[in-house]
């Protein structure tokens, strides 16, 4: 079985913990205040005023009036509302939208699709890590565009964009604003009247408080139509009855943003030492955050000559989290769109890892994680072959040495049939079954994208197995290279190892 390890969670960009103190607001409301709130006697009037309390907290956290504040699903659905709203209703003469190429997939990917139904999309350039320009802002806009997107902070690589500078010269041509603020909140000051913005998103789980709940932002004035029809909920503009629990602590996160940007100096200090360290263990390493004009704890790098994939599987090993793109995008394969919108190539982009940290990463995490990578750096983590979708023919799938071991999710086995000859293994439970694995044999642990694969490959190492692969980009990459083999012979003579 797995053994513990010591843990190290420098993922803070992708979620975080929820706080104590939100934890006990929430388990609170679900306690003594089960009431709808919209009904009219008391206990649903109790409801309404913890909600009314969290919208005020929320509020008074961003610099909003409470009118101003929308609850949400989360940062993504108020990012595809604002665009698909506005253009929607933009008139014939403005069918334009300007957005950057590094905005989280929640704008990017509408943006894209507003594209294909005929909406004009341009996209603005960053400067190497990330940054917007006022003059190219400038230069693009003009009275066909409806909206302007941009990120305050960037969830990948942390660079701070001149939002308030943006929205100004887009308000002076009477365009709308919008800016997804997600990754700036508890880490920088977010004022959204000082920002000037008309639409402002945020999200719950990454300050501390419960996923699945958000907040949009809405200018009084700004014009904003229904997200969900059929109820008067949030002032009519979306329906459904309210998560209380999850909207207090919402409410109870933003009221700790002023603690967290109190500890902002600590987590830039912590942020520094774990550069410092990490260039000590490889100081040919590549900085793509920038070093100012970054929020206090994101570190994006890029380890040359090193595969992320390697390098992330061994450091979860040894129970250190990091991600290798956004949370949403690391299980795609496909090299995050906001490295290669910073002008790097795909392979660049495979060699760069976001490490995000709080004030709770201390100075020995730090000196572990920099340990761990000088070890990987030097060669010393176990070798693992690296193998192609191209190589795996049926000669080789028929070949009595090589053992290919599948360890995909149940559900993705439903979705895809699984390589010939194959060996099907629980993924998150296949050290139970290590000992009825062949020893002798070449092992090619096989997963969806490759990126699972990777995790159980070095288990499988670490636990003296001699020959131990993975293949590279998974079943996906396989199905792609050999359509004939797979129509063929896929999904037959498969075993389950158990
Ligand atoms: C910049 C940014 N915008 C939007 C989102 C989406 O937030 P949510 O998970 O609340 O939908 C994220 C989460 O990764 C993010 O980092």
Known sequence: MFRRVRQVYLDVNATTPVAAAVQRRMAEVLDKYPGNPSAAYRLGRE????????????????????????????????NNHVLRMIAAHAPASRRRLVTTAIEHSSVHAVAEELAEQGLSVTWLPVDRHGRVRVEDLAAVLDDTV???????????????NPVRALAALAHERGIAFHADCVQALGKIAVDVHELGVDYATFSAHKVFGPKGVGVLYVREGAPLSTFISGGQQ??????????????????????????????????AARRAALLGTLRGAMPQLIENSPSDGVVPNTLNLRFPGIRNADLLAFLDLHGVSVSAGSACSAQGGKPSHVLTGIGMTEAQAQESLRLSLSSDTSDSDIAYVADLVGRFVRGEAPAISLVSPGQIDAAFIDDERNFMLDVRLGVERRFMKGMPNSHEIPFLDFGRWLDRLPRARNIVVVCSTGVDASIVAYALKS??????????GGLWAWRAAHGALYRARAGSKVTVVS
């Open 47 to 78: 409801a309404a005023t913890q909600i009314a309390q969290a919208r005020a907290e929320v509020a008074a956290a961003i610099n909003a009036s409470p009118q101003e504040v929308v609850f949400t699903s989360g940062a993504s659905e108020g």
């Open 146 to 160: 409806c909206l302007v997107s941009c990120m305050l902070a960037n969830n990948e690589l942390g660079t701070i």
């Open 234 to 267: 949030e002032n009519g503009r979306r329906a459904g009855t309210e998560s209380t629990h999850n909207i207090v602590g919402c409410g109870a996160a933003f009221a700790r943003v002023e603690e967290l940007l109190a500890k902002a100096p600590i987590v």
């Open 463 to 472: 636990r003296g197995f001699a020959n131990v692969g993975l293949l590279v």
